[in-house]
T-cell receptor
Framework: DAEITQSPRHKITETGRQVTLACHQTWNHNNMFWYRQDLGHGLRLIHYSYGVHDTNKGEVSDGYSVSRSNTEDLPLTLESAASSQTSVYFC???????????FGQGTRLTVV | RKEVEQDPGPFNVPEGATVAFNCTYSNSASQSFFWYRQDCRKEPKLLMSVYSSGNEDGRFTAQLNRASQYISLLIRDSKLSDSATYLCVEGRRALTFGSGTRLQVQP
């Protein structure tokens, strides 16, 4: 069955380190998204991509970057991790704009 | 003003009750909406899509009112297993989420 997977599921890192969270989908979806979820804020969009080599900033993109070198993967990089980036990160994908998206199981990141 | 706004709740209802959530959106050009369910900070899962005036799936009914720019979700005959957070979502270039409404169904 097609799916979307995130790794790692849990990570603890130190302030200032570079961290990369992986997202891989096997639906051949063009659209992929990264969200973070914090208490009181719901899901907020970090970056998104509509296809290979396309990337766009979301609502809370500062301190994050993404690259899309193939259809299946959209890794999220924290250039220099900060304690404010402690959060749960969700990756999602969808086949077309304005259609539903399917989510990975999330990555819980703690920056100490 | 937030693009998608929901009453955070919590809504505490007894089993068997009917409960309704409303969600308002700010962009009158929005075409598609969704309700997602999320359990205990797990990944959100699609509950219903709302592309036209409404949608019904068993005990769940979603309605869209474009004139007033709100979407509603009605849950009939609530079950304990319906306890979760319900997320109202607007679909445009990327999905925009409301903060969620928490439902607790009590025995």
């Amino acid at each position: 069955d097609a799916e979307i997977t995130q790794s790692p599921r849990h990570k603890i890192t130190e302030t200032g380190r570079q961290v990369t969270l992986a997202c891989h989908q096997t639906w051949n979806h063009n659209n992929m998204f990264w969200y973070r979820q914090d208490l009181g804020h719901g899901l907020r969009l970090i970056h998104y991509s509509y296809g290979v080599h396309d990337t766009n900033k979301g609502e809370v993109s500062d301190g994050y970057s993404v690259s899309r070198s193939n259809t299946e993967d959209l890794p999220l990089t924290l250039e220099s991790a900060a304690s404010s980036q402690t959060s749960v990160y969700f990756c999602a994908s969808s086949g077309q704009s304005n259609t539903e998206a399917f989510f990975g199981q999330g990555t819980r990141l703690t920056v100490v | 003003r937030k693009e998608v706004e929901q009453d955070p709740g919590p809504f505490n209802v007894p089993e068997g009750a009917t409960v309704a959530f409303n969600c308002t959106y700010s962009n009158s050009a929005s075409q598609s909406f969704f309700w997602y369910r999320q359990d205990c900070r797990k990944e959100p899962k699609l509950l219903m899509s709302v592309y036209s005036s409404g949608n019904e799936d068993g005990r769940f009914t979603a309605q869209l009112n474009r004139a007033s720019q709100y979407i509603s979700l009605l849950i009939r005959d609530s079950k304990l297993s319906d306890s979760a957070t319900y997320l109202c979502v607007e679909g445009r270039r990327a999905l925009t989420f409301g903060s969620g409404t928490r439902l607790q169904v009590q025995p």
